[in-house]
Nanobody, 118 residues
Framework: QVQLVESGGGLVQAGGSLRLSCAAS????????MGWYRQAPGKQRELVAI???????NYADSVKGRFTISRDNAKNTIYLQMNSLKPEDTAVYLC????????????WGQGTQVTVSS
């Protein structure tokens, strides 16, 4: 069984920083794309950032220059460094991964709350 577990969310003032982590565990042969999405109350889930094997990244326009996604392949873990946070960044942040393993599929974590106060 494959699991994605996020950590690092919390409450921060506008202009502050947070670092999210997402660790994949279980029966994993390889991991292709991993990424972060977010969902604010009453809004659709949206892509924040993704990173593929080899390190190529892609970001939502709203976070470019402020957020950085990185990956530790040895630990099956990705990180999201969030700087210059804004109140509009408040959302549940969810980790996503395409994993080849005992059951090849797209997996989601449970999410971690990020709240930015003004």
């Amino acid at each position: 069984q494959v699991q994605l577990v996020e950590s690092g969310g919390g409450l921060v003032q506008a202009g502050g920083s947070l670092r999210l982590s997402c660790a994949a565990s279980g029966s994993i042969f390889s991991i292709n794309t991993m990424g972060w999405y977010r969902q604010a109350p009453g809004k659709q889930r949206e892509l924040v950032a993704i990173i593929i094997t080899g390190g190529k990244t892609n970001y939502a326009d709203s976070v470019k220059g402020r957020f950085t996604i990185s990956r530790d392949n040895a630990k099956n873990t990705i990180y999201l460094q969030m700087n210059s946070l804004k109140p509009e960044d408040t959302a549940v942040y969810l980790c996503n991964a395409f994993i080849v393993g005992s059951r090849t599929s797209i997996y989601w974590g449970q999410g971690t709350q990020v709240t930015v106060s003004s």
